[in-house]
């Protein structure tokens, strides 16, 4: 072993908030990095500290201590103290793809405020790895990715290994070995330091220290410290301790170069780690042993790797721990605390595909957007993304505190799309409108021109109603609507020049058919008053013209009949493009009319016990279905343009883990409620789900046996649409089992060769296509668990109901059944409207310049898909009161098929410059921009596209 170079790295695992919350931990971390900047000042030999390849720390300590701003960036400067590239550790499946990119930029523009960023793709964090890992990193400069969760030693028998990612960037890789992140720490640092072997996890008060604990009532429960540490300094213990780890991994590594972390969830550094690695060179002078940092690692590593010689893995990776050299996944938190998943999805859903796209349209029209609205609303967002909040595994207090960020998040967007949608009712030319006219607004920030059913609340002053109204388009063609209510109201008109003051109106709230909305653009319908064409205690009425009416609900009227035909509990929704037949037992058989396909008894309820915990799933029984059931069964809302039948399950469930192991009769009823809804037009029957749960310790899922005997299910993510076996493998021996419940971000989609149906999802994370004869799609709605820690003993955190879900939940699905598969299917397109509803204001005329009908940006062709168009990187209002260029906006697209696209983006805004950029926001090479606003781009297969537009 003389050849060997093995290099210390020094480091923490630092969770913001796990096991404490956020401020009592960050109390903490100030003790650990006070210590850290104490140690590197006064020992000169001590190489370096990582801090977990994140940078909110830095922010977090220097808001506690603002003087040490100057020591800490002398480190950072100084490489002896490596912070980055990340901003938090994210887990990279239960956030989007754009989620990740700008948690990146984040973290790069936090580091270079103190010195510069640490450009290794150290990953030691998230429950598996996304596909595009590879090619988010090689966008940032990174070529060194280390993890270790998702890959074994049957992916790569050796600790290092070639990644491919989807788009087949290629980035030469690490699993680390035994003890992947804490190798040393448990090989070597405790037994010496410590006199402590690896199993030894009592600590005796006769050991010595100083053992601090709150002994009143209030805060006996908290964790024991040490105000003073015992010298447990044991040199004997180095030799055995060295050939020990030397022994079982030295063989894992393909180059001279070797890898020792030395560093442990939450833990701070010790100054003997000096001392130590001088003594372990007095007892092996031979050897190489460098307190190193992981940049100088990557340097050696690539200096002396055989990339001929390495494995090849492709893909996400997801795979189970195969044996003792290889980790664990644990993936389970994909449905732990789903509530937190989904609202992270709606947080999301506002500053990415509702606030940023009107924000920076309506900057370009000439709004002032000089501010830091959208990167306040993305801090608190990726403050979230740290993998062991979103991941739902931590503490109810942390949880709370979650569900208090993404409020503020979604509160700043709601407040920019608001102020941009302001601006955007005085920019409409609808100058030769009537003064006093009344006007709905449908704006549309998705890539796909739309006509579709919307619910739209439009009031009309009292001194114009004339008991009810017609609804026309620009062309003058008049547009039907279902009423649901009419109802006189007094809303609030604020006005800062005076006092708050109301409006008389009346209030008709109702299903619309819109006109064509064009894609990432606006349209405008008129509403005028019209005599007593709506009573006011008929619903569910379709109204096409000024004096004619249709009748009640379930008449024929000259735009078709009612979609819901049927009595008592027996009903049919029918559309021109479905059939839904809702059976006795609450489960529907869906007709896709195009290909007189039918899929039977969809969407039934699964629940099983669950004795697992937050990371790990482990059913027990009893288990529940609704199949054969007689469930309540009733009409919500019928007519023309949309129609409803609410389904009302009660299931009857044991009361606890304890109820189901000891089998106890006692049970509670949770009542579990499906709408199934189609609208004229709608290719998917939308189903709504709330859940009102009373049990503790199990999971439910929706099931539909699709019966495609489909060799591959596709789960859309991040920057791609996975694609994954359906078939299992023999694990029997393997030290953890294969989990084959996958992430999703928007929809899965389980094909043949012929034919597919799609699940869309509205924050809902989990799928299994399970291994039966009809192939069940199962989606999970919610998993509760008891909440328990190993940490050393086990804490039980059981009285913390959190993670039990007491309450209602509600759940959004749709059933797309399709043609072909998920592209030629058009599945982003529909998973895009169902997530993503046209946004409508009311307005009087304006004499603006831009024209209903108009498309501020046009992506061609289709399967180029939306990520997000924002602020370029340092333009507009900086952070410490800079301020950059304007007019610079950066637009990202990706390509998630399998073959290269050429295509082209039209903006109705005149454009001076277009340059292609990496995710860093890198020029990476001037694009051309024809007619002033158009621009060709070529997108190889999964490839992520970022342009600079200058305007």
């Known amino acids: 072993m003389s050849d060997r170079v093995f290099h210390v790295i020094s480091n923490t695992h630092w969770d913001r908030e796990w096991r404490f919350p956020y401020q009592r931990n960050r109390q903490m971390l100030v003790e650990m990095l006070d210590e850290v900047l104490d140690i590197l000042e006064s020992e000169p030999d001590y190489r370096a500290y990582h801090l977990d390849s994140q940078s909110i720390m830095v922010t977090d300590y220097l808001e506690a201590r603002p003087h040490k701003k100057e020591l800490l960036t002398e480190m950072v400067r ?35 405020q103190f010195g510069g960023v640490s450009k290794i793709g150290y990953s030691p964090f998230s429950w598996g790895q996304i596909s595009q890992l590879p090619q988010l990193y090689r966008e940032f400069g990174i070529d060194l990715i280390m993890f270790y969760r998702g890959i074994n030693s049957i992916d790569s028998p050796k600790a290092e290994f070639i990644w491919e990612g989807a788009d087949g960037t290629r980035a030469l890789s690490s699993r680390f070995s035994t003890w992947p992140r804490y190798n040393f720490y448990f090989y070597i640092y405790r037994p010496v330091v410590h006199g402590e072997q690896p199993a030894d996890i ?54 001279r170069h070797v890898i020792w972390m030395e560093g ?49 893995v492709k893909g996400e990776r997801r795979s189970a721990q195969y044996d003792h050299r290889s ?43 000089n501010d830091r609205y959208p990167e306040m609303a993305w801090d608190l967002l990726i403050q979230n993304s740290a993998h062991d909040s979103i991941g739902g595994c931590s503490l109810d207090p942390i949880h709370e505190d979650m569900m208090y960020r993404f409020r503020h998040s979604e509160e700043i967007s709601r407040g920019m799309y608001d102020r941009a949608a302001k601006h955007l009712a005085g920019s409409i030319d609808l100058s030769d409108e009537d003064p006093d006219s009344i006007h709905i607004v449908a704006v549309n920030t998705t890539q796909y021109g739309r006509s579709e059913v919307v619910e739209a609340v439009i009031d009309v002053p009292q ?49 619309m ?115 054969g059931t007689t469930p309540e069964i009733s009409l919500t809302e019928n007519g023309p343009l949309k129609a409803s039948v609410l389904i009302r399950h009660v299931m009857s469930l044991p009361a606890d883990l304890q109820a189901r192991k000891s089998g106890s009769s006692e049970r509670v009823d949770m009542p579990v409620t499906l709408e199934v809804s189609l609208s004229h037009g709608q290719k998917w029957p939308e189903l709504s789900v709330e859940v009102d749960n009373t049990a503790e310790s199990h999971r439910l899922r929706i099931m539909f046996p699709l019966g495609l005997n489909a060799g591959y299910s596709w789960g859309e993510g991040q920057f ?27 929809f899965v989609d389980v094909a043949n060769d012929s034919e ?139 390509n998630p098929s399998d073959r290269p696209v050429s295509g082209e983006i039209t903006s109705w805004f005149p454009v001076k410059k277009a340059t292609q950029l990496t995710l860093e926001e890198k020029p990476a090479g001037e694009l051309s921009v024809r007619e002033g606003r158009k621009i060709s781009i070529d997108a190889a297969s999964r490839q992520i596209v970022t342009i600079l537009l200058e305007y």
């Open 78 to 112: 100084s490489k002896r103290l490596l912070i980055g590239p990340w901003y938090t550790l994210p887990d990279e499946y239960m956030v989007g793809g754009e989620n990740l990119v700008r948690n990146l930029l984040r973290g790069h523009e936090v580091c270079e």
């Open 202 to 255: 009592e600590y005796r008060w006769s050991n010595g220290g100083r053992p601090f604990h709150f002994a009143d009532k209030e805060q006996s429960g908290e964790d024991y410290f040490m105000t003073r540490y015992k010298d447990g300094y044991t040199p004997e213990n180095i030799r055995e301790s060295v050939e020990k780890i030397i022994r079982d991994q030295a063989d894992d590594f393909t180059t």
């Open 264 to 312: 442990h969830d939450s833990s701070g550094p010790n100054a003997k780690t000096v001392q130590l690695l001088r003594d372990i060179r007095k007892e092996f002078p031979d050897l190489d042993i460098r307190h190193s940092t992981l940049e100088e690692y990557a340097k050696h590593l690539a200096e002396e790797i055989d990339h001929d010689n390495l494995s090849l």
């Open 327 to 369: 980790a664990n996944l644990y993936g389970y938190a994909l449905s732990a605390r789903m509530y937190l998943k989904q609202a992270n999805f709606n947080a999301e859903r506002w500053i990415q595909h509702y606030a940023e796209p009107l924000n920076c349209f309506m900057g370009m029209a000439g709004l002032d957007i």
């Open 463 to 511: 001194e114009f109603d004339k008991g009810g109204i017609k609804l026309q388009d620009r062309s003058g063609n008049t547009l039907p609507f279902q009423l649901i209510e009419r109802s006189e109201v007094q809303p609030i008109l604020e006005q800062p020049v005076n006092r708050p003051m109301y409006f008389s109106m009346v209030r008709y709230r109702v299903h």
């Open 513 to 627: 058919l819109t006109p064509d909305i064009p894609a990432m653009g606006f349209d405008s319908v008129k509403v005028l008053p019209v005599s007593n064409n709506v009573s006011e205690n008929k619903q569910n009425d379709l109204h096409e013209s000024e004096n004619s009416a249709a009748g009640a609900a379930g008449e024929d009227t000259t735009a078709g009949a009612a979609i819901a035909s049927g009595k008592g509990s027996e009903w049919k929704l029918e559309n021109d493009h479905l059939s839904v037949k809702i059976n006795r037992d609450g489960t529907l058989d869906v007709t896709d009319k195009s290909r007189n396909k039918t899929y039977r008894n969809q969407a039934w309820f699964y629940d099983e016990g669950e004795a697992g915990h937050a990371w790990v799933h482990e059913a027990i029984g009893p288990f529940t279905d609704t199949k």
């Open 720 to 746: 791609d649409v996975v694609k994954r076996e359906t078939r299992r493998i023999d694990s029997h021996d393997w030290v953890e089992q294969p989990m084959y419940d996958y992430p999703m971000h928007h």
């Open 756 to 894: 597919g149906t799609a699940v869309l999802v509205d924050g809902l994370k989990e799928y299994e296509v399970r291994d039966d004869e009809d192939q069940t799609l199962a989606v999970t709605l919610m998993r509760s668990f008891e909440y328990r820690i190993p940490v050393a003993s086990e804490v039980d955190y059981s009285g913390m109901k959190g993670t039990q879900c007491f309450g209602k939940q509600q759940y959004r699905l749709a059933f797309y059944p399709h043609d072909g598969n998920w592209e030629s299917g058009g599945v982003f397109e529909q998973a895009f409207r169902f997530n993503y509803a046209l946004r409508m204001f009311e307005t009087g005329p304006a004499g603006g310049d831009i024209a209903p009908g108009t498309s501020f940006l046009n992506i061609s062709p289709s399967v180029l898909t939306f990520s997000s168009i924002k602020k370029a990187q340092g333009s507009y209002a900086g952070e410490n009161g800079t301020k950059g260029p304007e007019g610079q906006f950066v637009l990202r697209l990706y």
